[in-house]
């Protein structure tokens, strides 16, 4: 167990990893992670922008994470508070590109019916100019989310239009009703 | 009709809604776990508010530092209901109060700027 540690503390530093985190993912994860990396980009960075994006774009992801991911993790409790109770299992981890570019990344298991959705929604928005983002994010915003999503379905065009670089993303067959998606955006 | 307060949190603005003034003031950040949930009760009683016969002149002020892609789209309900009301000859006003450093809530105002008709939406920067 320690060598495992080890070996993950060893690559951390290798890739220029500044928080990965791998656990149920409640609000008071987002609120706290997200904070935290807000004010550590905010001291270190001389672009004041930079911690916003870096900042919005793990808030999308984190929350998607919570609202998508299959990997439920039931805590103790009465039958009737189910949904206070329950929280969803994803990975989050943000890093440095080697030309010193901030990253976010996620990964969490979806239902594999949802992953063409998603790959599609996400191959239409990687395809889009700045502007077409702004038409497309204001004209979803109007009309509304489609019936599978549980959020406004503006996530991954706001993570677009946060992003300095393309969106990155993958959706892995894990067994046959489970996918591994997983999305890395440059901010 | 009672005064609506919420008081704010890390994810969540302050709401303080005075029905005696008219005068309705969201402050804060905005990344809710339920964006419905949260807001659910506000838009309730905004339309007990307009229903009554007093309800005629609105001044909306927020300053918001960050809100995610669900509260956009609930800010844009907002913004069309009061809207609505004053295209039926309501007297409204919202302030989009922003800090000077930050130009993502400047842009983010511009942006529902161009998207009402009716009501007067002011982009109000502050400075330290």
């Not at chain 1, 994006?53 to 999308?60: D, K, M, S, T």
């Not at chain 1, 299992?89 to 998603?118: H, L, T, W």
Request: with cysteine.
């Amino acid at each position: 167990m320690q060598r495992t540690l080890l070996r993950e503390y060893e690559a951390m530093q290798r890739e220029n990893l500044i928080l990965s985190f791998d656990g149920p993912v409640s609000q008071g994860v987002v609120e706290e992670l997200g904070g935290l990396m807000r004010e550590k980009i905010r001291a270190e960075a001389a672009e004041g922008r930079l911690a916003h994006r870096v900042f919005a774009i793990l808030v999308e992801q984190m929350q998607n994470i919570a609202r998508y991911s299959v990997e439920r993790v039931r805590l103790e409790g009465g039958p009737d508070r189910k949904d206070c109770l329950e929280m969803a299992r994803g990975r989050v981890v943000v890093g440095r590109e080697p030309d010193g570019r901030y990253f976010v990344a996620c990964g969490n298991c979806i239902a594999s019916v949802d992953g063409e959705r998603i790959a599609r929604r996400l191959s239409e928005v990687q395809s889009m100019s700045r502007e077409e983002l702004k038409d497309h994010y204001k004209r979803m915003r109007r009309l509304g989310p489609d019936p599978d999503s549980k959020g406004a379905g503006l996530g991954f065009i706001e993570m677009a239009r946060k992003a300095t670089g393309p969106m990155d993303f993958s959706v892995e067959p894990v067994d046959p009703r489970t996918s591994f998606f997983s999305m890395k955006v440059i901010a | 009709m009672t005064r609506y307060t919420v008081a704010g949190t890390k994810s969540s603005p302050e709401i303080d809604f005075d029905p005696q003034s008219g005068t309705l003031r969201i402050q804060g950040e905005s990344y809710p776990e339920n964006c419905s949930r949260f807001y659910g009760p506000m838009f309730d009683w905004l339309q007990e508010y307009f229903g009554r016969s007093n309800g005629q002149r609105v001044r909306l002020d927020m300053e918001i530092v960050y809100f995610n892609s669900s509260t956009s789209k609930t800010f844009m309900d907002l913004f069309d209901l009061l809207d609505d009301h004053a295209g039926q000859g309501k007297e409204i006003e919202v302030n989009w109060r922003y800090h000077e450093d930050n130009e993502t809530a400047q842009e983010c105002g511009e942006e529902f700027l161009e998207d009402v008709r009716n009501l007067r939406f002011n982009l109000v920067e502050i400075r330290d």
